[in-house]
């Protein structure tokens, strides 16, 4: 028996409103709908690469959590280049100083044994990741 080390794993990402994540992950991301979810608020499932998905679903109340809740990888050569685009499209990345987690951003990136690393915020202040992969 395998468990669980064979299936695909989907993130599961909370929404205040899922029709405003919904826009911010089609519009300012770029990801494909694949999947809408009836009832009231609702909530969908995106298309990521590699045969992954994520689903947001609406629940207003529950506060966003305070870590990251997906992380992207992207080639070293697209990194920078993936910054500037979500710059350009309004995205802020975060400054973090974390010491004890060995955590230091400079223009919203951190540097770990060559590889590179920023945080940004979606439109329901959940905590998304791009890494160098």
Known sequence: MAGLAEAMVAGVVRAESYARAKK??????????AKEFPGTGGGGMFEAGGGSMFMVYENPGLKAPQNTVLGFGVPADRFAPLMDELRSKGVKFEEYDMPDMGIKTSNGVAEFDGMKSAWFKDSEG?????MTM
Request: aromatic share 20%; hydrophobic share 40%; proline share 0%.
């Open 24 to 33: 911010f992950y089609t519009e300012t991301l770029g990801f494909k709908s």
């Open 126 to 130: 959940n905590i998304l990741n791009i």
